[in-house]
């Protein structure tokens, strides 16, 4: 590790429920992120990269920790509780005190830590200052900005601004102030924006500057939203599952214009301060698109599905990796990474010594954006035996190559899908390739009697309304 700048900065930046397909450099022909764009043409674009679950906190809780939901038992979003078919499984409601957070560790390794936006992972005892963080700016119980985006937020650790200042410019704002007044000491910022999460509120002058642009891609005369099936859970049983299938609500494009607004600010004072060159930066998401419920603000197509449900949809995250003097400008990385893989990755840019006790779950990114092609990994798992709010089911699934296996429990049919050939999860192959489909199944009940993930039950009051 010797020929590594000793030290460089950490900048990790998770945004809260953004699609595969929303930024300009992953496809969007409506969304506009020139500075994003940039920070891939810069570094390591990821084209197959996971969040560890189809919802934020047990994402959040494994970037933290280097370990699988499962392993944690953080499976479902915290405060989440639905039943339909099935009754859903018992899950740990917090990010225990006993796992050595990446914070603290890097803290141990002579970083400051600053956490700032959104937390989710439990209450006041469990806030980011009891994980290692110095800092914490508005990190709270909360998942998502309960009195919406403009100030008065009512965010116990954020000082409230003028009203109507708008969150994610506030949380930069903050961002920025903690590089400017750094002392030079090595840094790790957990920059964790509330967007673009629900509500889906954004400046009015942007917002008409889409709804022009909407028009003018004649967005407005297509039908954007196709009604499905009624959802499988008891508390929206009397709802329908809204696809949206075309990126055109100009709210939501004004929020995902306004985010990499901010992250260009911060980017310009990195690069006032003279910190740029020395300053790793993480951009990735924990969860997938919200594409089938709760107004159906954007579309994931050509993903299946978004938020919630067990396919690619909810799972494939954009995932940036700019580390200078490392990361090659210009590289795609087709390798499936995946959240745990964070922890192990920032101890080796930090030059830190890896702690496989804690990060058990996780490989270290490190040879892959140093130009290597490969890792040694034979599958990756997800595991989420809940009912979301977005209409998909219980389940477990495992990749292996180019091969997805799902196993849905309500009814425990399997569907196995060749990522490489079919992106969209549309041609079911388990009935073509049962030995297949048979082998990775196996696999998956292994690791999950491995790490003692629970498994919904049927529900004994269940009348079928569907």
């Not at 700048?5 to 429920?17: R, S």
């Amino acid at each position: 590790m010797s020929h590594f700048a000793p030290k460089p900065n950490i900048i990790f930046i998770l945004i809260d429920d953004m699609g595969w397909t929303d930024l300009g450099c992953y496809g969007s022909s409506f969304y506009e992120t020139p500075h994003l764009d940039t920070l891939a043409a810069e570094g390591v674009r990821f084209t197959e990269a996971y969040a560890a679950c189809p919802v934020c906190s047990p994402t959040r809780a494994s970037i933290m920790t280097g370990k699988y939901p499962a392993t944690l038992g953080v499976t479902n979003w915290i405060g989440g509780k639905a039943r339909g078919k099935l009754i859903d499984s018992p899950y740990v409601d917090h990010l225990s005190l006993e796992e050595k957070s990446v914070a603290a560790a890097l803290k141990e390794g002579g970083y400051r830590t600053w956490h700032v936006g959104k937390w989710h992972l439990g209450g006041r005892e469990h806030y980011p200052d009891n994980h290692g963080f110095d800092v914490n700016v508005g990190g709270c119980h909360w998942g998502a900005p309960k009195k919406g985006y403009f100030s008065p937020y009512g965010i116990d650790t954020l000082e409230e601004g003028p009203e109507g200042e708008y969150l994610t410019d506030r949380l930069t704002d903050e961002a920025i102030r903690l590089i400017r007044q750094n002392d030079g000491s090595p840094f790790f910022l957990n920059l964790w924006h509330y967007a673009v999460h629900t509500p889906i509120q954004a400046h009015p002058e942007l917002t008409e500057r889409f709804a022009a642009k909407a028009r003018a891609q004649g967005l407005d005369e297509v039908e954007t939203i196709v009604q499905g099936e009624l959802f499988p859970c008891e508390h929206k049983k009397h709802l329908h599952v809204q696809r949206r299938v075309v990126q055109s609500d100009p709210v939501y494009a004004a929020m995902v214009h306004n985010l990499d607004a901010n992250i260009g600010r911060l980017i310009e004072a990195l690069k006032e301060t003279g910190q740029y060159e020395h300053t790793a930066i993480f951009f990735t998401s924990d969860n997938g698109g919200l594409a089938t419920a709760e107004g159906s603000p954007t579309s994931n197509r050509p993903l299946h599905e978004g938020k919630g449900w067990m396919y690619e949809g909810g799972v494939r995250e954009p995932f940036i990796v700019r580390w200078p003097g490392v990361t090659k400008p210009g590289t795609v990385c087709d390798v499936p990474v995946t959240s745990p893989d964070v922890y192990p990755t920032l101890l080796g840019i930090a030059g830190l010594a890896p702690l496989p006790e804690q990060h058990t779950d996780g490989s270290s990114l490190v040879p892959l954006l140093q130009g290597e092609d490969a890792l040694e990994r034979e599958a990756i798992y997800w595991h989420y035996p809940h009912y979301g709010n977005q209409g998909g089911t219980p389940g477990s699934s495992i990749r292996i190559g180019d091969y997805k296996l799902i196993e849905f429990f309500e009814d425990g049919r399997l569907e196995l899908y060749d990522l490489k050939n079919d992106i969209s999860e549309t041609r079911d192959l388990s009935s073509q390739l049962p030995e297949l489909a048979q082998r990775m199944q196996a696999k998956l009940a292994q690791w999950r009697e491995r790490v003692e993930a629970r498994i919904p039950q049927p529900n004994p009051d269940f009348v079928p309304w569907r």
